[in-house]
């Protein structure tokens, strides 16, 4: 079984741009969450997608948004990117929601705001 | 306020001997724990998961960690380390209420001496 896919793996913007980061979780997968990972802030949540229904959002600002396809596949979009924006984003997904299901870390996108 | 705290930012172990990483909690209620472990380059890999009952458990790797509610602890235990051990170590909590979001600690880097 393929494990958790993000694309593109690195990605080079500019001040003020807009990005979008993709997720495909594992076949079968129904919840997606994302996470942004900073040297200084370490791993914080961003939000949860379970069955196309943002489920659950960390205290990031409204420039960070995302949806989920009806194939479980997710996207997040950053817009008027600042340079504190760069960091490794995750994408986690598990079979269902609720805690108590594993959830299967991506490999991550390395974004870098110049 | 809920907060995950890993003390140590850095350890350095000989290859071979044993290894504790400390993770401490703090919640209204006992929370779900996680132990991840992130590679260079790769993104979190789950090592084991407490939710309830036996207080000491095992985990992927050789790796254990033993809950302990009057110490609010959860700290990652294996009896001897080996150079594919040295990686970043995350300490997570989970509240079933809050779907899959997962609160984590500010990571032990573990270095691994020949």
């Known amino acids: 079984k393929a494990g958790v896919t993000q694309t593109p793996r690195y990605l080079i913007k500019t001040r003020g741009q807009q990005v979008t980061l993709s997720c495909s979780p594992i076949?079968?997968?129904?919840?997606v969450s994302w996470y942004q990972q900073t040297p200084g802030q370490g791993l914080q949540f961003l939000f949860e997608?379970?069955?196309?229904?943002?489920?659950n959002k960390g205290n990031f600002p409204g420039r960070f948004s995302g949806r989920q396809f009806s194939n479980s596949r997710s996207e997040m979009n950053v817009s008027t990117l600042e340079l504190g924006d760069s960091a490794l984003y995750l994408c986690a997904s598990s079979l269902d929601g609720g805690i108590s299901y594993e959830q299967y870390f991506g490999p991550g996108t390395r974004l870098t705001v110049t | 306020a809920q907060s995950v705290t890993q003390p140590d930012i850095h350890i350095t172990v000989s290859e071979g001997a044993s290894l504790e990483l400390r993770c401490n909690y703090s919640y209204g209620a006992t929370p779900y724990l996680f132990w991840y472990v992130q590679s260079p380059g790769q993104g979190l890999q789950l090592l084991l998961k407490?939710?309830?009952?036996?207080?000491l458990v095992q985990g992927i790797k050789g790796f254990e960690a033993e809950f302990k509610r009057s110490q609010s602890s959860f700290n990652l235990r294996k009896p001897s380390v080996h150079w594919s051990d040295a990686a970043e170590y995350f300490c997570?909590?989970?509240?079933?209420?809050?779907?899959?979001?997962?609160?984590f600690g500010g990571g032990t880097r573990v270095l691994v001496k020949p």
């Open positions: 076949s079968g997968h129904r919840s």
């Open positions: 997570a909590v989970g509240l079933k209420a809050a779907g899959n979001k997962l609160t």
């Open positions: 997608y379970f069955s196309e229904t943002q489920r």
């Open positions: 407490y939710f309830s009952g036996d207080t």
